[in-house]
T-cell receptor, first 114, second 112 residues
Framework: KAGVTQTPRYLIKTRGQQVTLSCSPI?????VSWYQQTPGQGLQFLFE???????NKGNFPGRFSGRQFSNSRSEMNVSTLELGDSALYLC?????????????FGQGTRLTVV | AQSVTQLDSHVSVSEGTPVLLRCNYS??????LFWYVQHPNKGLQLLLK??????LVKGINGFEAEFKKSETSFHLTKPSAHMSDAAEYFC??????????FGTGTRLLVSP
C-alpha cells in the first residue's frame, strides 16, 4: 500500500507570490490534515478535511487555505507569501476521525520564501 | 485544552544503554496519546499509540510507553539504544477531528 505522497518536495518562492501544495492520502483514507513545522514554533496544526469538508482549523491567517477533492486528495494554498511562511509542510492521512486512529505522515514539502 | 509537555529538549545516551524520553499530558478525560519519530529531512513515523486498552504499549523498533494516569505521564522507553535511534521524538495528543497537538520534541543523541 502506497504511503502519503506530497508534491513537490521542495519549493522556492518569492515574497508576495502564492503557492499550492498537494497531498495524496493512503488509499481508503478520508481524513487529511496539514501541519506547519518551523524551528521556532514547532509543529502546528493548520486544518483538517474529511469527505471534502473542513472540520477543524488551526490558528493561522486567512492566507492559508485548503481543499479536499472527492478522491480524498488535498491541496493547500498560501497566498501573498511572507518570509515567515518558510517551513516544512506536512500532510497526514487517517482512515477516519476517531481520536484513537493514527495519522500517517508524508515526507513533507520544504517551502523556502526569499 | 489538551496538551503535552516533553520534559527534555535533548537526551544523550551511549549505544546499548536504556533510553527514557519523558512526556506529561494535560487532559480532563482519557487522552489519545501517540509517540512519533522524525529522522532528519524525513516525515513523521508512528512509534506507538495509547488506546486505553492497556497501560503498557509496545511499539516498533523495541520502543514501549507506559500510561500512568496518577502521574499524567506517557514516557517512552527502550532497553538498549542503537545508533539508528538518533532522531527527534514527539509526544502527541489527538484533541479531536484529527487535530494533533505536538510536544516540543526531544532530540535523542546516541554515541558509540
Amino acid at each position: 500500500k502506497a504511503g502519503v505522497t506530497q508534491t513537490p518536495r521542495y519549493l522556492i518562492k518569492t515574497r508576495g507570490q502564492q503557492v499550492t501544495l498537494s497531498c495524496s492520502p493512503i488509499s481508503g483514507h478520508r481524513s487529511v490534515s496539514w501541519y506547519q513545522q518551523t524551528p521556532g514554533q514547532g509543529l502546528q496544526f493548520l486544518f483538517e478535511y474529511f469527505s471534502e469538508t473542513q472540520r477543524n482549523k488551526g490558528n493561522f491567517p486567512g492566507r492559508f487555505s485548503g481543499r479536499q477533492f472527492s478522491n480524498s486528495r488535498s491541496e493547500m494554498n498560501v497566498s501573498t507569501l511572507e518570509l515567515g511562511d518558510s517551513a516544512l509542510y506536512l500532510c497526514a492521512s487517517s482512515a477516519n476521525q476517531n481520536q484513537n486512529t493514527e495519522a500517517f505522515f508524508g515526507q513533507g514539502t520544504r517551502l523556502t520564501v526569499v | 485544552a489538551q496538551s503535552v509537555t516533553q520534559l527534555d529538549s535533548h537526551v544523550s545516551v551511549s549505544e546499548g544503554t536504556p533510553v527514557l524520553l519523558r512526556c506529561n499530558y494535560s487532559s480532563s478525560y482519557s487522552p489519545s496519546l501517540f509517540w512519533y519519530v522524525q529522522h532528519p529531512n524525513k516525515g513523521l513515523q508512528l512509534l506507538l499509540k495509547y488506546t486505553s486498552a492497556a497501560t503498557l504499549v509496545k511499539g516498533i523498533n523495541g520502543f514501549e510507553a507506559e500510561f500512568k494516569k496518577s502521574e499524567t505521564s506517557f514516557h517512552l522507553t527502550k532497553p538498549s539504544a542503537h545508533m539508528s535511534d538518533a532522531a527527534e521524538y514527539f509526544c502527541v495528543v489527538n484533541t479531536g477531528f484529527q487535530k494533533l497537538v505536538f510536544g516540543t520534541g526531544t532530540r535523542l543523541l546516541v554515541s558509540p
